[in-house]
Every structure is written in structure tokens, then in C-alpha cells.
């Protein structure tokens, strides 16, 4: 250093030994990064030459430093997730900064988390944080892990140890687990001789912490710690994330474990911040470690530039030096003491405000008379003691900077000795804890330093191998925070779901209750180990527009810090339906401190009044009486409004009790539409209901529409009684024309008049013309043209009646092709009928409708057989249907109903089949099929009230066809 003493730098810089490496050139302790495998270390803080501890030095003057044997390293790793830490980055904001990325074995980057290291302003330690964005990347590498969490691990070398920091003061006389450890060289103390252990590295409190609190303000030149050597009073004091959390954030403790061998410690995160659903990332894991600079060191005016009483062992003194009995006192000269102290372990966010009380106490080892006399207290006015700290460097010692005096005497046999002196220090930390100092630093003298009478000595650190650490005990209380946004909630009933606090009176939340809960979280900076401070909350509801308070609660009682505290509306102070108000929350500690009112209001708006019920319109569908619109498998729109209600959620609708039911979401005064395929003809009704945002509902809109009969294609009556010819009912293009035969066919008694007619009443005026045309197997009827197009969806249908001789295959009904009948309507005896067998083990034949694959002789065919029986002199009416709505997955189906017994119709038999591809041009047929023009699977029997749809049919209509009621 050129023989001059420079200010020590944490400042990170290129590693020229190590490629990608960055390492710190100038600080108090050798830092170096790197990238590393899995589980490796990329972190190594080391003390090769001695700087932390009081190795070499005997208190004498002038007394040469000597540095250690060992290699004094700690070496940091994450050893439980498998991935590489990546090559370091320099923060190009930050020169204490680097950040390293984390590496999958594909060499991909791991986005969402990255190790940050940022290192003290001397260089005297470091810390590293695990940065980790959301609670899926932590998930993600708790599961790379296989469950064990994420770890940083501590190893250090052969010549060092790790054991548990001492306990702190808890200011009752009681001492607490400090949560810390520290690294101390292994000297003959751990080994019963008389060397006491140094103290090399210290590990503050490993914590992890989330971002409750919002986005974090940094300082302006990126720097982290602030001492009162850079801040002066009144500077706004900043806040850094990856250095402490900020007020409001969430913090947990880190599970640390020393190792039995004291070789290592681990510290593992807290499983349960990352379960919280209320914790906001990013988060942050901090165990960090820093060189054990609890310093201290004697000065004497009378060797002005010397430091050799740097980390003295034993005692020390104050005032004047007495020249006899003291070798070291070759020549007159004051002494003083100086002691700093790190405040790492004082929380982020701790004022002077909070600060109750501080001490500073120091074991006495002698005086030079039984007379007691004052030894005062000074904040001295450097905060740095160094190696290189002497009298003409002790900094100002002026009376604005006096603390406190005790008047005591050490010396053995006296009467009224002291030995462990307590010094008052609060305004110390007062000024430290506003300014954010990293380090305070306080001073000891002889109040009259001009008689050597009043000389006085005290322990720093160790007294003949024993532990008597000089100590500085803040006692502090913050105020519990106040209740944060994230954590207000509103609820509608004690179990109903958290709605989330809405900031805005134009968003209010909405509630179906007049008496609803509020709840908001409690926490207390102290409310974890060893404090512990427990919270109360009080909420109040205020009108909004009126401005007054609608309702104040009592404190809610304490509990654990971050609990949830919740109350309700007593009925006596009810809110008023469709009223907006806002609610705020305090909250108080245990010790009696509190907040305000919450800076956050929750708005909240009752609701306890349903909407109006919808409107419901259509224009294809007009509501009745408006008159007979559309048809089955017709779609149409059907709009539902808000009929002047203004907060709507969602409207809910069921087509025909149930046939289609479902809900569509809306908002305001919003109008929704859905389209609906009519399956039926006649009468149809949809009832709508409306749902505001706090859930009432409104009443029940029935809208009622009459849906178009489908439209017939060809209705033959065959109700002539004469002749050869049968009118079709239907003339409107286009047409099948008339049914016309020759021989073979005779008219008989139709169906209805048959089965339906009064049996006592042969002159029933409903029935007494009723006719039917007879096929004796020979014969045939033919139209002029053809009834359907195959390969769309129709309807067929007839009453049925087989001939007391009937046997085999008969079609009833059939459309030609060019060499084969299209469809077939008729009676079967093939084997897959479901029917029953006869007394004889005969299957009985059955009613089906089969469809030939293509228009060639020897093509083959696919049917739909009924379950229902074909019975010689029985009348049925059988539809056969083609169904090609869904064009890739067309259907066959065969419906039989015995018009004596309507009511007992079975379910239609459907089958799948492949779409029909070709075409019959050819007429309609009745009494047979057709094969290269001569007559196939003749029919026996009457056929009467022929009907042709080229569409679908609703059950309903062929119900009332079946029984007589549906003439047209």
C-alpha cells in the first residue's frame, strides 16, 4: 500500500487467476466468486493473513504483527438443488454487487431465480441471497431437490470451527438464543490449555423474507450499508431488499444446524412462507456471514502512532498511566478504550423512536486506589476501529457526545467492588438506529484523567482464557405494522369465500349480507423469537359518502403475530342495502403500541335486493301469441337483458325443463344471447333468471314460443275406397305425385277405424271412411316421382298391417334406384331381431327399416330391426327415420307404436351407420323393393295414412299421429 494506510474497499473486480472469476482486490478479508458444479463452493471468504482475531499482539508497543498458520476459509455451496452456479455477473449499478444464474445440465438458465452476492463496503464479509421469483420456481427446485428444500452450506477449513453465537441479553436478566453462529481458529483453549479461541467470521441471523410490502427503495449510489461516516443527520434512509427485508415484508427464520464435528452449518429454508398464499414474491434467502469485527483496541497519548493494543487480550486501562508498577508506563500517558460494535443484528425498519433503552457493560479487572471515581462513557466519534486505530485517530470525544458515568472501584479487598459495570447508552443507539448505521462505536475514559489515582482497567474480550466479551444491549420495540392490503378481506358469511380488499369506491366489493366479516392479518417485527410480541386489531366501517362512522369494533383480543383477525357487523349497526362505506384497520401490540387507521380503505357495498327479472326476445322465435314460428332443428337466438338492472353477474336459462340448461356470464346491465335448436314442434318455453354480483337472484322470466310443424312431403290418406288411384294431400312442387296400381291391390278397412274407432259404433263419424289399400304379394303402388333425397334426413311412416299368411321379408314402403330400392320399410324374419321366440323355439319376425349401401345388384345393406313383434292381423304404425344431422355420423331408426296401446310406445332402435353417398331418383313404391326392375321382398298386407318428411319428426307429433289425433 505504498507504506500508507488506505481505506479498505468491498468493491468486486475481474479475477486475473481465475477466468470468469471476480474476486475483491483491496478489502479487509480475500473474497472470491466463481461459477461452480453442483453442490461446489462459489463463494469463498478467507482471513490468510491474521486481520480478524488478536493473533500476535501482546499489548506491547511497537509490537510487529504476526499472521496465522492456517488458511482461516469459509467456503459457501448450495449442496440440496442439482444445478450449476453459472459464471458471476457485475451488477453494472452496484461495484459490491455480482449475480450469478443458475444452470440446468441441458446448459439452459433457470429464469425466476439467481444467486446475489453483495459484499460489505470494507470487504469484511459478504452476503449471499437466493433470489427466487414466485412460489412455482421454489417449487420447481424443492422438487429437484426430491423434497429436502433449498440449503446454503458453510464448510470451513481444517484450522476453524463453528459453534453458536452467544446468547443475548433480553434486558430482563434473562439471555435468548441469538439465532446466530460463529467461526472461531482452533487454539489451545478447545484444547484445555490456556490460549482462549479467536473469533474470525460471525454469521448474522439467517432469515428468508417475501415482498409483502411492495417494490423496495434502493440507495441512490446502490450501496447498502451506511455508517456516520457517509450519513449525515436528517438524510432519508434507504432500503435494499437483498441486503434486509423492508417493513411489511413477511420474515421467517432459516433452520440452521451446526454439524456435530463443528466442520459446517446449514441453514434451510422455511417450507412454510412459500405455502402462504398471502406471501407476494420475489423472495429472498439470506444466511449471510461477515468477518467477526467486534473490535476494540487501546490508545495512549503518549505513543500517538502506534496500534499495538489493536484486539488487546486481557484488560486494558483509562486515565493516567501510572509510571510506577507498570512496566508499559516507561512514560507519562492517558489511556482510553474504544469498542465497536456491528448492528447487523438490529432488524431493518428500528428508529430512535423505538429504541426503549441501551447499555454498554464491560468487566472492571482493577483500580489503582479503594476510592471510587467516574469513568464516563463517550459515542466517540469515528465508527471505525481498525489495526491501524491509534490516539492521534480516536476521533472527537466532545461533551455533545457524552453518554453516561459510573464511579466505581475494581480493586481487590475493597469494599464496594464492582466488577461487571453497566453503562446507560441509549442516545448511542437512538442516533445509530435513525441514522442506519451499520456500526457504533463508544469510548471509555477516566473522568479526570490528570491523577494516576484514578486509574482503572477493563476486559474487551477475554480474561486468562475466559469469556468476559465487553457488550452493547439495545432494548427496542417497534410498533406492530399496519395492517397490510393483501391481508384485508371481506367475506359474505363466516365459511363464504376472502374477497379481495377493493381500494376503489367505483369497484366496491359486493356482498349479499348487511352484517358481513372483515379480517386482516396482525404482525409485529417483534413477533417472532426471542420477542415474541403478540397483536390485537380493531376495524371501523365508515359511510362513505357521508363521511361518518357507521360502526367502531372493540380490539380484538391478542394473538401470535400474523394471525388473522376477523369481525363482523353486530345487527344492531347493519349496513344499508345498495349503500357504499369503507372499512380501515388498526392494530396494537402487546407493550400498547399501535398504528393508525390503516392507509388502506376496503370498499364495500351491500346487497341484499334481487334484480329484475330479464327480458327474454327473439326474432325467429317471437313469444307467443306472436304466432307459429321456425321448426325442429331450426336454430335461433334468443336474447336476455337486464330489464333495467344495473350490477349483473350472470343470467341462467333452461330450454323445456332442462333440455338445454347451462348460464353465461355478463356484467352490469349487460344483454347475452345463445342460440337453441328447437327439438319439438308446438309449444316451447325457456325461463331465465338473472344473478347479481353480491348472488341474489331475481325472479323467474317465462318466455313461451310455438315452434312450426315439419312440413309434409307426401300424405297419402288412402281413404278413396274406389278405384286405382290415391291422391297425395301435398301438391306444392316439389312433389311425388299421386299413387297409382293395377293389379294385386284391393282397398279394405283403414287402421284407425280398425283400432280406435268405437267397437259398438259401426258408423263412428271419425273414422266411418277410413280405408286402407291391401297387397296380396303381387301387386305394387308407384308415384310419379321420388318422395325423398336419401342421402338427406327424412321421416317415413304408415300403419301396418301383415296378412294372416305373411312370411319372409316384406317392404311395405320403398324408393327405387336405378337397379335397387333405396330404403325399405317393412316386416323381417332375419335373425338379429330382438324379438321372442315361439312355442315352436321360432324367432318371431320383427319391423325394421334397411337402407342398401349403393345402387348395384349385388350391393349390400344396414338396418335398424325392431324389438317389437310383426303379428298377422295386427295394425302398428312404424316410422322409419334417416338421421344426417351430423353429417359424418348419420343414424337409422325404426319407432313402432300399437295405436290401441299409445302410451306404451318403446324407445325407437337407432344404429350408427356409414352416410349414404348415392342417389334414387326413382319413384316411391308400396308392396315391395325393386332389383334391376322386377319386384323384391314382396309385401302381404294393408298399408294405410302414408306420410313423407324430409326432415326430422318430434315424438310428440308421431304420438298423436299414432293414436288418431293428427289428421293433416
Same mark, same amino acid.
Given at each position: 500500500?505504498?507504506? +500508507? ?42 482471513? $490468510?493473513?491474521? %486481520? ?84 412455482? @420456481? ?17 464448510? /470451513? ?6 459453534? +453458536? ?38 454469521? *448474522? ?8 410490502? *411492495?417494490?423496495?427503495? @434502493? ?49 434451510? %429454508? ?48 483509562? #486515565? ?72 492521534? !485517530? ?14 466505581? %472501584? ?5 469494599? #464496594? ?33 490528570? !491523577? ?21 444491549? /439495545? ?72 363521511? @361518518? ?7 380484538? #383480543? ?171 294431400? /301435398? ?122 349401401? +349403393? ?77 334391376? *326392375?322386377? $319386384? ?33
Amino acid at each position: 500500500m505504498n507504506e +500508507a494506510w488506505e481505506p479498505a474497499s468491498g468493491e468486486i473486480v475481474t479475477d486475473p487467476a481465475e477466468p470468469g472469476g471476480l474476486t475483491v482486490a483491496a478489502g479487509v478479508f480475500d473474497i472470491d466468486l466463481r461459477s461452480a458444479g453442483p453442490g461446489e463452493p462459489f463463494a469463498e471468504l478467507s482471513d $490468510p493473513s491474521g %486481520t480478524a482475531g488478536d493473533v500476535g499482539w501482546n499489548n506491547e508497543p511497537g509490537q510487529a504483527h504476526t499472521p496465522p498458520a492456517g488458511d482461516r476459509k469459509v467456503s459457501i455451496s448450495l449442496p440440496t438443488i442439482p444445478f450449476q452456479v453459472g459464471e458471476p455477473v457485475l451488477d453494472p449499478d452496484n461495484p459490491l454487487r455480482a449475480e450469478f444464474p443458475l444452470v440446468r445440465p441441458d446448459e439452459s438458465t433457470i429464469t425466476g431465480a439467481a444467486v446475489v452476492v453483495t459484499v460489505e463496503d470494507d470487504g469484511t464479509g459478504l452476503i449471499p441471497v437466493l433470489r427466487i421469483d414466485d412460489v412455482d @420456481t421454489y417449487e420447481m427446485l424443492d422438487q429437484a431437490s426430491g423434497g429436502a428444500g433449498v440449503s446454503f452450506v458453510y464448510e /470451513v477449513s481444517d484450522d476453524l470451527r463453528v459453534e +453458536a453465537a452467544d446468547p443475548v441479553d433480553a434486558g430482563d436478566g434473562t439471555e435468548l438464543d441469538s439465532g446466530e453462529f460463529q467461526v472461531v481458529e482452533v487454539t489451545t483453549a478447545s484444547q484445555g490449555g490456556d490460549e482462549p479461541d479467536v473469533t474470525v467470521f460471525s454469521g *448474522g441471523r439467517a432469515q428468508q423474507w417475501d415482498s409483502s410490502a *411492495g417494490s423496495p427503495v @434502493t440507495a441512490p449510489d446502490g450501496s447498502h450499508a451506511r455508517t456516520s461516516a457517509d450519513v449525515a443527520e436528517g438524510d432519508a434512509v434507504s432500503v435494499d431488499r437483498l441486503i434486509a427485508p423492508v417493513d411489511g415484508d413477511q420474515v421467517a427464520d432459516m433452520d440452521v444446524e451446526i454439524a456435530a464435528d463443528g466442520r459446517s452449518v446449514v441453514a434451510t %429454508t422455511d417450507d412454510a412462507m412459500f405455502a402462504d398464499p398471502d406471501a407476494t414474491g420475489p423472495f429472498y434467502v439470506d444466511p449471510q456471514i461477515k468477518g467477526g469485527l467486534h473490535e476494540w483496541t487501546a490508545v495512549r497519548s503518549g505513543w500517538p502512532t502506534s496500534s499495538s493494543s489493536y484486539k488487546f487480550k486481557d484488560s486494558e486501562g483509562v #486515565g493516567l498511566c501510572p509510571t510506577t508498577g507498570y512496566p508499559v508506563c516507561d512514560r507519562t500517558s492517558v489511556s482510553r478504550l474504544l469498542f465497536e460494535f456491528s448492528l447487523s443484528g438490529l432488524p431493518s425498519g428500528v428508529t430512535g423512536s423505538h429504541v426503549s433503552s441501551a447499555t454498554f457493560s464491560a468487566l472492571g479487572d482493577h483500580s489503582y486506589t479503594c476510592n471510587k471515581y467516574a469513568v464516563s462513557l463517550y459515542r466517540t466519534g469515528t465508527n471505525s476501529v481498525s489495526s491501524s486505530t491509534d490516539w492521534n !485517530s480516536k476521533g472527537s470525544w466532545s461533551e455533545d457526545l457524552f453518554l453516561s458515568q459510573k464511579s466505581v %472501584t475494581h480493586r481487590d479487598g475493597c469494599a #464496594g467492588r464492582s466488577s461487571r459495570v453497566s453503562w446507560g447508552a441509549t442516545p448511542a443507539a437512538e442516533k445509530a438506529a435513525n441514522l442506519d448505521w451499520s456500526y457504533v462505536t463508544l469510548g471509555l475514559r477516566a473522568a479526570d484523567e490528570g !491523577s494516576q489515582a484514578k486509574w482503572q482497567r477493563y476486559v474487551a474480550n477475554t480474561l486468562n482464557g475466559s469469556s468476559h466479551k465487553a457488550q452493547f444491549t /439495545v432494548t427496542f420495540n417497534r410498533p406492530p405494522l399496519m395492517p397490510s392490503t393483501a391481508s384485508m378481506r371481506t367475506k359474505a358469511t363466516s365459511t363464504g369465500d376472502e374477497l379481495a380488499c377493493a381500494t376503489s369506491s367505483s369497484s366496491a366489493t359486493v356482498v349479499r349480507t348487511r352484517q358481513p366479516y372483515f379480517q386482516a392479518r396482525g404482525t409485529d417485527p417483534e413477533g417472532e423469537a426471542p420477542w415474541n410480541q403478540s397483536v390485537e386489531l380493531k376495524f371501523r366501517v365508515i359511510d362513505h359518502v357521508a363521511g @361518518t362512522v357507521r360502526w367502531e369494533s372493540s380490539w380484538t #383480543g391478542l394473538q401470535a403475530s400474523t394471525s388473522t383477525h376477523r369481525v363482523r357487523v353486530p345487527e344492531s349497526k347493519q349496513l344499508t342495502s345498495l349503500r357504499t362505506y369503507r372499512w380501515q384497520a388498526a392494530a396494537r401490540d402487546s407493550s400498547g403500541k399501535s398504528t393508525g387507521w390503516s392507509d388502506t380503505n376496503c370498499y364495500v357495498r351491500p346487497d341484499v335486493t334481487g334484480p329484475n327479472a330479464p327480458e327474454v326476445n327473439s326474432s325467429q322465435y317471437p313469444a307467443w301469441p306472436a304466432g307459429v314460428s321456425g321448426g325442429v332443428a331450426q336454430a335461433g337466438t334468443f336474447t336476455f337483458s337486464a330489464n333495467g338492472s344495473t350490477d349483473l353477474k350472470l343470467y341462467k336459462y333452461s330450454f323445456n325443463d332442462g333440455q338445454k340448461a347451462d348460464s353465461i356470464t355478463t356484467s352490469g346491465s349487460g344483454s347475452k344471447s345463445v342460440s337453441f335448436a328447437p327439438s319439438r314442434s308446438g309449444y316451447n318455453e325457456v325461463e331465465v333468471q338473472s344473478q347479481d354480483v353480491a348472488g341474489n337472484w331475481s325472479p323467474v322470466e317465462k318466455y313461451e314460443f310455438w315452434v312450426g310443424y315439419p312440413a309434409r312431403d307426401g300424405l297419402w290418406h288412402l281413404d278413396e275406397g274406389t278405384g286405382t288411384t290415391s291422391l297425395n294431400e /301435398v301438391t306444392t312442387a316439389p312433389t311425388a305425385g299421386n299413387l297409382t296400381w293395377s293389379t294385386g291391390v284391393s282397398w279394405g278397412t283403414g287402421a284407425l277405424r280398425e283400432t280406435v274407432a268405437d267397437p259398438d259404433d259401426p258408423d263412428d263419424p271419425r273414422f266411418v271412411d277410413d280405408k286402407a289399400l291391401v297387397f296380396d304379394g303381387t301387386g305394387f303402388a308407384r308415384t310419379s316421382g321420388p318422395a325423398v333425397a336419401i342421402d338427406k334426413s327424412y321421416t317415413i311412416m304408415a300403419f301396418i298391417k301383415p296378412a294372416a299368411d305373411f312370411s319372409g321379408v316384406g317392404a311395405a314402403i320403398s324408393q327405387e334406384g336405378d337397379k335397387r330400392g333405396a330404403f325399405h320399410l317393412g316386416y323381417t324374419d332375419n335373425a338379429d331381431c330382438g324379438t321372442d321366440f315361439d312355442e315352436t323355439d321360432h324367432q318371431l319376425p320383427c319391423w325394421g327399416l334397411w337402407v342398401k349401401d +349403393a345402387d348395384t345388384l349385388d350391393s349390400g345393406h344396414v338396418a335398424a330391426r325392431s324389438d317389437v313383434p310383426a303379428v298377422a292381423g295386427q295394425w302398428v304404425h312404424v316410422v322409419g327415420t334417416y338421421d344426417a344431422s351430423d353429417p359424418a355420423h348419420p343414424t337409422l331408426s325404426v319407432r313402432v307404436c300399437n295405436p290401441s296401446a299409445p302410451f306404451d310406445t318403446p324407445e325407437p332402435v337407432t344404429v350408427e351407420i356409414d352416410p349414404v353417398t348415392w342417389t334414387a331418383p326413382g319413384p316411391m313404391r308400396l308392396g315391395s323393393g325393386v332389383r334391376a *326392375g322386377v $319386384p323384391e321382398w314382396p309385401f302381404r298386407g294393408a298399408v294405410d295414412d302414408v306420410r313423407v318428411y324430409r326432415e326430422l319428426v318430434e315424438p310428440e307429433r308421431l304420438d298423436r299421429i299414432c293414436w288418431g289425433a293428427d289428421a293433416s
